[in-house]
């Protein structure tokens, strides 16, 4: 079965500094990865996705995510962090069979001034 | 951007009665979806929609009812609220040929 892990919780950066947000997938064949920031009662706002091409992906405001299918991972990063940034994020992975998508459980990142 | 509304945002409910929360999109995608987010488990599929007429279960379907009589609208009913059925609530939809999905601002719905 299609899935993905994020395996931290929360992640806490300071203002400035980059910032990481891990996913691994398990999938047959070649995934489908997207990423996701929820912001407080707010829905999911989609960042990037990467379907083929360059493992290095470009999305909004500034994140990018690194495809990397050797260690079946899709980290989120950024090279500065703002507190802005603080939220909610879901990495997902398209299930071939259903041509649904299956979400993490997601990761809180707090951006500390 | 309102190509994609929810309504109503907040809903109190007891245990028993029926609610629907509604979905509306305007940008004619062909999939619409719905789901559930708790503390713990993320968002889990209830139902979704590759088109008008056509629907089917998610993960987590049970004391659900869907429709889709019209591309733009999805309704999603439950038929005799429960208390387990409190958390919020996303519908999203999906272009016929792309595999994002965009999502509505949610509803919070509270069973007592």
């Known amino acids: 079965a299609q899935s993905v892990a994020q395996p931290e919780d929360q992640v806490n950066v300071a203002e400035g500094n980059p910032l990481t947000v891990k996913c691994t997938y398990s999938v047959s064949g070649n995934p489908y990865l997207f990423w996701y920031v929820q912001y407080p009662n707010r829905g999911l706002q989609f960042l990037l996705k990467y379907i083929t091409g360059d493992n290095l992906v470009k999305g909004s405001y500034g994140f990018e995510a690194e495809f990397n299918k050797s260690q079946t991972s899709f980290h989120l990063k950024k090279p500065s962090a703002l507190v802005s940034d603080s939220a909610l994020y879901f990495c997902?992975?398209?299930?071939?069979?259903?041509?649904?998508?299956?979400f993490g459980t997601g990761t809180r990142l707090q951006v500390f001034p | 951007d309102a190509g994609i509304t929810q309504s109503p945002r907040y809903k109190i409910t007891e245990t028993g009665r029926q609610v629907t929360l509604m979905c509306h999109q305007t940008?004619?995608?062909?999939?619409m979806f719905w789901y559930r987010q708790d503390l713990g488990h993320g968002l889990r599929l209830i139902y979704y929609?590759?088109?008008?007429?056509?629907?089917d279960k998610g993960e987590v379907p049970d004391g659900y009812v869907v429709s889709r009589s019209k591309t733009e609208n999805f309704p999603l009913t439950l038929e005799s609220a429960t208390r387990s059925q409190t958390s919020v609530y996303f519908c999203?939809?999906?272009?016929?040929?792309?595999?994002?999905?965009?999502f509505g601002p949610g509803t919070r719905l509270t069973v007592t």
């Open positions: 997902a992975v398209r299930d071939k069979g259903t041509d649904k998508l299956i």
């Open positions: 929609s590759a088109a008008a007429d056509i629907t």
């Open positions: 999203a939809t999906r272009g016929a040929v792309s595999y994002e999905q965009y």
């Open positions: 940008w004619s995608h062909s999939y």
